[in-house]
């Protein structure tokens, strides 16, 4: 079995500067990356103003259901709340999603964080799905990723097929090995090892070759900063890359990440 998965902050579906809807534009986009599973950051699930101010740009609908249409499943973790409306984390899904809930790891008032996890019934299996978006400050984002692992060792099987994937502000890249060696997950980029040869990994391992790198994803003009990951438990990544050009720019200010994924 394999999946083509995404993950996409998509910065509430409004451009970086001026705000100007985009969501239309996103739905184009989100269609033609035929993912059977994305994950979403940054989903505006009401927003009133703008519902106002862009009434012809607006959809009536939530943009987590705008979006999916009528070829997905959604689901949605709200985690800010405001008096015109809220955002959150959103799963999207070719397949059945069998269950979700959303997990509270806010660490502060003035940043609130969730966990969205998914099961989502695939062809040959389930897979526990969970969306992510880490915080600002980095003993937040240490803190968060420890209630992430103790989410997943929580809710998932030692043996589950697992995706995590989202936004994780971890520009230092100080996160990873601990997902790795607490789940046992690999980064979707980690596979590149492999085809470059047996002693160059060996090299990286041991701390004599260059660091183990996640792809650059921020700003999606330019991408720089390595903010936003892929982690799996059971599968095989044949495929990963990051959607770079002047179209993906204007639609959010963090670059998509796709990958295909084969079931071990």
Request: with cysteine; net charge neutral; proline share 4%.
């Amino acid at each position: 079995m394999k999946l083509k998965i995404t993950t996409y902050n998509i910065h509430k579906g409004v451009s970086s500067f001026g705000a100007r809807p985009r969501v239309h534009a996103l739905k184009q986009a989100i269609s033609g990356m035929q993912s059977d599973i994305l994950f979403l950051q940054e989903v505006q699930g009401r927003h009133d103003l703008h519902a106002i101010k862009h009434a012809t740009d607006w959809p009536e609908l939530s943009q987590q259901d705008f979006l999916a249409g009528d070829s997905h499943q959604c689901a949605y973790g709200m985690n800010a709340v405001y008096d015109h409306g809220h955002h959150g984390n959103a799963l999207l899904s070719a397949f059945p999603i069998v269950s979700y809930a959303n997990r509270n790891i806010s660490d502060h008032k003035y940043e609130s964080r969730g966990i969205l996890h998914c099961i989502v019934r695939a062809p040959d299996v389930e897979v526990h799905c969970y969306v992510i978006h880490l915080g600002l400050f980095a003993g937040s984002r240490k803190r968060q990723t420890d209630a992430l692992i103790e989410a997943v060792n929580e809710t998932a099987g030692k043996d589950a097929p697992v995706i995590i994937a989202g936004d994780f502000n971890d520009w230092g890249n100080k996160l990873s090995e601990d997902l790795r060696g607490e789940l046992g997950v690999n980064e979707v980029f980690d596979e590149n090892l492999s085809r470059r040869g047996f002693g160059t990994y060996l090299r990286q391992l041991s701390g004599r070759g260059p660091r183990i790198q996640p792809a650059r994803t921020f700003p999606a003009a330019m991408p720089f900063l390595q903010l936003d990951r892929i982690y799996v438990r059971g599968f095989k990544v044949e495929s990963a890359e990051v959607l770079h050009g002047a179209i993906w720019a204007k639609l959010s200010d963090h670059a998509p990440i796709v990958a295909t994924l084969k079931l071990k």
